[in-house]
């Protein structure tokens, strides 16, 4: 989609378009440094919207090759160091009690649902008006009360929260994550 600068380095502009409908996503643009093809800025544009609704860049940025000493780490005294990448597989999971559930989806391309297995999101409170503060849950101050749990919708996202801890989330419209929570 043309060229851009982005930390003061030249950049070609990529842009990710969904062709079905159903997306809140209009478009995806990426730039891409011209030299050495490393993203320098991600930018979502919602459906309806000329300005992104979520960005990130480099303001500033350099190639070379850093220090070794930026790595160098030195444990403070009495501290004990732990590989925790010897862990077997799942073990983490099997130690704090998750369900072996894994995420599914629903729908492909631009429109999947990831589904969360229940437990995912401790529901607890979800409808208990007893556990509110003098404003409410944060919860229920960020999300809407819908037959299948708390529904949060956002320009790109829209997310249902069952209350057996299910979650439903994708680029999609409130209507489309309601149906597949319901549908579950």
């Known amino acids: 989609a043309g060229t851009t600068r982005v930390a003061g380095r030249p950049a070609y502009q990529l842009t990710l378009m969904p062709r079905t409908a159903g997306s809140l996503v209009r478009s995806v643009q990426i730039a891409v440094d011209a030299a050495t093809s490393v993203p320098l800025r991600v930018q979502i544009y919602p459906v309806g919207s000329s300005a992104p609704a979520w960005s ?6 350099t190639f070379g090759t850093p220090a070794a000493k930026i790595f160098a780490f030195k444990p403070p005294a009495g501290a004990t160091v732990t590989d925790s990448a010897k862990k077997a597989p799942g073990e983490k999971a099997a130690e704090s009690g998750q369900s072996d559930s894994s995420p ?6 631009w429109t999947s649902i990831l589904a969360l297995p229940p437990g995912s999101l401790d529901a607890a409170g979800l409808g208990d008006t007893n556990a509110k503060d003098d404003h409410g849950s944060m919860l229920d101050r960020v999300t809407t009360a819908v037959p299948e749990g708390r529904l949060l919708t956002t320009r790109l996202l829209s997310l249902v929260i069952t209350p057996d ?11 489309a994550v309601r149906r597949a929570a319901a549908a579950s």
């Open 56 to 61: 990130t860049s480099f303001t500033d940025v």
């Open 104 to 109: 599914t989806t629903v729908g492909d391309g």
């Open 165 to 175: 801890g299910r979650v439903f989330i994708g680029a999609v419209p409130a209507d």
